[in-house]
């Protein structure tokens, strides 16, 4: 089956693409792995004029340690490049876990960090093809009207499902975002929207060009859940940072001053779990407190969307994550 | 339909080629150059048929990637493993083990195991599974594939003692 129409594009420098970018508005597609782009295409669910290539772009493909100890990757990066680069399993080895964890080496291999940055939000009723799809009313996502995933909801709810995002949120990264003239920069956290469908600030004409991770000493961990965890898409998976030195807390254990949760797969964008940090900054790292912490999840969930399994073993899940990810942080 | 010219390197030779913008890398090795080893499957990157290699001998799928990207550049495929009517020693070692029943996913699974072998020549169990993840052989139940891979060395040895 042949791809929808369009038109392909190579620029050859990184300048040459948002002057393309810029011309193309809406109806322009960057495409640097394609794993993600394709598929997309193939479904009909993205329709691009201009396919943009940005796969060979020398500005985008290097890993890079500012003064101040900060890395800056590329958008363009392979992620099996990333997985294997010294420098990030050094610094940053739960990145190396959620870059490792991303679908099958295949993927990888020519799958990018930027791609799974920007990875379109995915659903049970849409991830099936226009044939498939025309059996039911349309979505929102596909120009209908209602929500396949919870019937009464006023918007799409279809689940952001990318492994990096969550850990480069607990690494506090930020994303360098350029358009033809400008540049700004961005905290990772602030980049995704709680919408199915426009789930990125991206504007039309904008890219993503860099990720820089600033340099800790803080414990990191990631993990992910998925029925095959060698291929699959996760069901659920979390990102959890705490620093080492912390305080002493009101029965003389040390409960750490920093703590980040943040859950992935679970919701139409990351969502990063506050009551649950609150108690173990009060409490610390006690068994207890860990419970405590994971009942707490449940609150900071909201509508739990429905890919690859039913929403309540999505809830529980997320409780058995947050356990999980703090006892392996109060052992790291 | 818009077409481009590319130059693609397939198996060691090179083509110049009349490319679609609306093709995958899978549909010009498929009806362009007719070569049909590499096979067309779920087309989403669930199966692993379309499997090939790049030019530093990683697995890829095919199926996955726009046709034009690969321009100027260079891929193996099930093809290009024999020489001189040899079979390579990973062909050779899924015949020994009987590791393909309909053999529909076999030039999927035998170009990722060359992937492995690539960049393992020794893999250990945790690295075949790693690099043959997501590949589904739905006859074998992948345990004589594991196999084979496992004796690749050992038959890629013997074939350099005996030539």
Known sequence: MLLPQHRYLKPASLDNCLAELSKTGESGQIIAGGTDVIFNMRLKLFRPETV?????????????????GSIRIGASCRLTDLAEHRLIQKRFPALTNSIAAVASQHIRNIGTLGGNICLQTRCWYTNN????????????????DICHVIKSASGCHAINNADTPIALIALSARLTIQKVGSQRELPIAEFYNDDGMDHIKLDPDELVTHVTIPPTEDRVVFLKNASRKGIDFSIGSIAARCDRVGNETANGDRAPKHVMLVL???????????????????????????????????????????????????????????????????ET | MAKQRMSITVNGDPHELLVSDRQTLLDVIRD????????????????????????????????????????????????????????????????????????????????????????????????????MAGVLCRCTGHIKVKQAIRNDHRIRTRAHKNG
């Open chain 1, 52 to 68: 943009i290539s940005i796969r060979r772009l020398p500005e985008l493909q290097q890993v890079e340690q500012l003064p101040d």
């Open chain 1, 129 to 144: 093809s226009e044939q498939w799809r025309q059996g039911k009313t349309t979505c929102f996502k596909t120009d209908g």
């Open chain 1, 264 to 330: 992935g797969s679970l919701s139409t964008a990351p969502i990063v779990l506050s009551r649950a940090a609150e108690i173990i900054k009060t409490c610390g790292l006690t068994d207890a407190a860990i419970e405590q912490a994971a009942d707490a999840v449940r609150e900071d969930l909201g509508e739990v969307t429905n890919l690859y399994s039913r929403a309540v073993y999505k809830k529980q899940l997320a409780r058995v994550l947050v356990k999980r990810a703090l006892k392996q942080l109060r």
């Open chain 2, 32 to 131: 362009q150059l007719s070569l049909t080893g590499t096979k067309r499957g779920c087309t989403t990157g669930a199966c692993g048929v379309c499997t090939i290699n790049n030019e530093q001998g990683e697995a890829i799928f095919s199926c996955l990637t726009h046709a034009l990207e690969w321009d100027g550049e260079s891929i193996t495929t099930i093809e290009g493993l024999e020489s001189n009517g040899e079979l390579d020693a990973m062909q050779t070692a899924f015949i020994e083990h009987g590791a393909l029943q309909c053999g529909f996913c076999t030039p999927g699974v035998i170009m990722s195991a060359k992937a492995v072998v690539n960049k393992y020549p020794q893999p250990t169990e945790e690295q075949i599974n790693a690099g």
